[in-house]
């Protein structure tokens, strides 16, 4: 299968995050992009004193499995990133001279007694700078996403106040919040034993300064999610043939003026922005870009095609649950941490034509205690339809049932447990030959913070499973996957979404960051032959359950 340009990630989607204000479990969409980076180190004191111990086992892996029957074509990839990771390194402290003091302006040396001196210039040890830069900075980077409120990235920003509890050092509130088997952090789960012991070592004797020869380690950032061969981020150059199409985040109600959006002060929501469609009949998409602004206050979006007839610019914010609009149809969507979407040379997914409507819907995060503002866009490249000889589309699997949801009730998944659901999907087949196949082309899984493990599996006729997709899930580093697979007819598709609720509570259904979902996105040609029209709770029309 093949896709020269760029890389990939429908998320759709949704969550990482804890909110500063409880909002109501009536928040938020999908989309669905940390791990889950609103779990921070000082979004709560932790719920239980667990000993310090460095031999705290590795959380244990997903229970959940599928036979396979061996694959008919390739299974899912999520290749490396097409440059090589920017490579991080700390300044060097300056050399004594022991024949003479240093200059009063020099920071001193830190000890046990005063371990913030010389934060200005001081480097981290590095077996620690490279446990952070793994495990916690995915979203905790230098500039924060997802939510999170503080970088972990320098020796400074361990010994800088905690937000939440100004009287103590993040570092301080990190080696609780490590050791908190109620509200481990990463989010995910509890660190595996020789990652706690460094964090332990560090951050439990004052997150002490390395030595001379840390200053000259070097430390590889966390890959971006890459969901193909040559992902890319930020603004696409077209190629031939292509046009392309920017919808911004703007401030005006009335027109696309150039001010940007203001976010308002902390807390989350949904703002949808309208824009009528502008390219001519007929056309496919082979890209969806985005163009970043404020990443400090981002989560997702989704874009949606629609039958409604708002101005050009006008935007809302959304009432929860979320309304899509007059037959809302998914298009595409990103979250934090994804790359650009870009479709394989053969195949174009579906646009509206005009007359229809945009519907970009933004999900705000804002965990920063200040008023924000954000004007990043999305990028839509076309092509006409005589360019490529296969039309596609997005279809909703997955389930809506997770033991209850925000709007009806139910018990929801129990507190300090795992769940697995599971749910069928089996193709209406719409428009299609009896013996004409229905083509796989990607996956894009979609959680929220307690969302572990994805499995899909097809279930051929004779009964056999033949597992195509099984994959664990970061929220806050959501990614796609191109694979290549055909379901002929008589063959449904099994899916498996595995949690590990870690809170004190149950978890239900729902859009905010605080409940659940359990969506994958398939992306398949030809378009809707693979949706059944299940009913949804978010009313949307291409599922399959």
């Not at 949606?304 to 959304?318: A, I, P, Q, R, Y």
């Not at 809707?528 to 029309?541: E, I, K, M, Q, R």
Request: contains cysteine; hydrophobic residues 35%.
């Amino acid at each position: 299968m093949s896709n020269t340009r760029r890389a990939t990630q429908l998320a759709n989607r949704y969550e990482p995050m804890r909110l500063a204000l409880k909002l109501s479990l009536f928040t938020a969409l999908i989309s669905g992009l940390a791990g889950a980076c609103g779990a921070d180190p000082e979004s709560d004191p932790p719920r239980s004193s667990v000993p310090v111990t460095n031999s705290v086992p590795a959380p244990a892996s997903p229970t959940t499995s599928v036979a396979g029957s061996g694959s008919r074509t390739s299974p899912p990839t999520a290749a490396a990133a097409g440059s090589a990771a920017p490579v991080i390194s700390m300044p060097a402290s300056p050399a004594a001279n022991p024949a003479a003091p240093p200059p009063a302006s020099a920071p001193l040396p830190p000890t046990a007694a005063n371990p913030t001196q010389a934060t200005a210039t001081a480097n981290l040890p590095c077996n620690v700078s490279r446990t952070l830069a793994s495990r916690c900075q995915t979203c905790h980077a230098a500039t924060p996403i997802g939510g999170a409120p503080m970088p972990l990235v320098t020796f400074a920003d361990l010994h800088k106040p905690a937000v939440t509890q100004p009287s103590m050092k993040v570092y301080q509130l990190s080696a609780l919040r490590i050791r908190d088997s109620m509200r481990p952090m990463p989010p995910t789960g509890m660190l595996a034993a020789q990652e706690l012991s460094t964090l332990n070592d560090c951050l439990g004797g004052g997150a002490l300064a390395g030595s001379s020869a840390d200053a000259s380690c070097t430390v590889t950032p966390p890959e971006p999610a890459i969901g193909s061969r040559d992902g890319t981020v930020g603004r696409i150059e077209p190629a031939p043939g292509e046009k392309c199409f920017e919808f911004k985040t703007h401030q005006s109600t009335t027109s696309v003026d150039d001010t940007p959006y203001n976010v308002g002060g902390s807390g989350e929501h949904y703002e949808q922005f309208y824009f009528k469609v502008p390219w001519p009949k007929g056309s496919l998409a082979t890209s969806y870009a985005t163009v970043v602004d404020n990443p400090k206050v981002l989560h997702h979006w989704l874009l949606f095609s629609t039958l409604e007839n708002e101005v050009e610019g006008f935007h809302k914010t959304s009432p929860l649950p979320t309304l899509f609009g007059v037959n809302p149809v998914l298009l595409a969507g990103w979250a934090v941490g994804g790359p650009n979407l870009v479709a394989p040379d053969e195949v174009g997914f579906e646009l509206p034509d005009p007359g229809a409507q945009l519907n970009v819907q933004w999900h705000f995060y804002n965990s920063t205690g200040q008023p924000q503002s954000d004007g990043s866009s999305i990028q839509i490249c076309t092509v006409p339809a005589a360019m490529r000889p296969h039309v596609g589309a997005v279809t909703w699997l997955g389930t809506e049932d997770l033991g209850g949801n925000v709007w009806f009730g139910g018990p929801g998944m129990p507190a300090h447990q795992e769940s697995t659901f599971t749910s069928t999907c089996t193709p209406a087949r719409r428009g299609m030959a009896a013996t004409e196949p229905i083509h796989i082309i990607g996956f894009e899984p979609h959680m929220h913070r307690i969302g572990k493990h994805m499995q899909t599996a097809i279930k051929h006729k004779d009964g056999t499973l033949e597992t195509i997709f099984d994959e664990p899930f970061n929220f806050g580093n959501e990614r796609h996957y191109f694979v290549n697979y055909d379901l002929v007819p008589g063959e449904t598709l099994v899916t498996k979404c595995t949690f590990n609720n870690t809170n004190n509570f149950a978890v239900k259904f729902g859009e905010s960051t605080d409940s659940e979902m359990c969506y994958q996105f398939v992306f398949s040609w030809p378009a809707h032959a693979l949706a059944n029209g299940a009913a949804s709770l978010l009313g949307v029309p291409d599922t399959c359950w």
